[in-house]
């Protein structure tokens, strides 16, 4: 069964400071999906990494893939209050169509 | 475009009772999944169909049954419920692509309170 682990589970940050989510899985994949949740409502989808050395920014998130390392990172660059949120990484192994989600990254951005 | 919608937003069920939520898309996706969220534990996928006409069986599909109507919907029954069912659940909806991935589009969840 493939794994997912994300780390840290809860990050406390303030405005302005840079801090990077990881995403770490268990088996060979080159499909890598980041989501966003706010509290009470449904997942928003952030990025999609599709190959090895796969880097996409929107804003002051970034996310990166390493299909090598199995690891996938969301960088966040100054943060602002509106990136409080929680922050699912999906791992695609290409064998079916089930996405594996990492259990969340709960992100809250201290004025 | 509506994307993907759940009816109903919210419910309540005695241990024994029975319901069925319901999932709509409008983007004309072939795939079609049901999760549960509960918390800690990310989502986990209880049944997936690929294409109008199949079902499959995902991570925890104990309890649950499915039918995909038609391409247009994917209906989540729960024939005898139970409090370890009261989670989040949520549908979503993707077409796959070679080139493009299986990025996936969530709907907004159904709340569900089993006592």
């Known amino acids: 069964e493939l794994k997912v682990e994300q780390n840290p589970l809860f990050l406390s940050m303030q405005e302005g400071k840079n801090y990077t989510i990881y995403c770490n899985y268990s088996?060979?994949?080159?499909?890598l999906y980041w989501y966003r949740q706010d509290p009470g409502k449904s997942l928003e989808s952030l990025f999609v990494?599709?190959?090895?050395?796969a880097v996409k920014q929107e804003g002051r998130l970034m996310a990166s893939l390493d299909t090598k390392a199995r690891l996938s990172t969301l960088h966040i660059t100054a943060a602002v209050h509106d990136l409080s949120a929680t922050y699912f990484c999906?791992?695609?192994?290409?064998?079916?169509?089930?996405?594996?989600f990492g259990t969340g990254t709960s992100l809250t951005v201290i004025p | 475009n509506a994307g993907v919608t759940q009816t109903p937003k919210f419910q309540v069920l005695k241990t024994g009772q029975s319901m069925t939520l319901q999932c709509a898309q409008d983007?004309?996706?072939?795939?079609m999944y049901w999760y549960r969220q509960d918390p800690g534990m990310g989502l986990r996928l209880i049944y997936y169909?690929?294409?109008?006409?199949?079902?499959d069986k995902g991570e925890v599909p104990n309890g649950y049954n499915v039918s995909r109507l038609n391409k247009r919907e994917f209906s989540l029954r729960l024939e005898s419920a139970a409090p370890s069912q009261t989670s989040v659940y949520f549908c979503?909806?993707?077409?796959?692509?070679?080139?493009?991935?299986?990025?996936?589009?969530f709907g907004p969840g159904t709340r569900l309170t089993v006592l």
């Open positions: 979503a909806s993707s077409e796959i692509w070679d080139r493009a991935g299986n990025e996936q589009f």
């Open positions: 088996t060979t994949s080159d499909r």
């Open positions: 990494l599709l190959s090895n050395g």
């Open positions: 999906a791992v695609d192994p290409r064998t079916g169509n089930q996405f594996y």
């Open positions: 983007m004309n996706h072939n795939s």
């Open positions: 169909s690929a294409s109008e006409g199949t079902t």
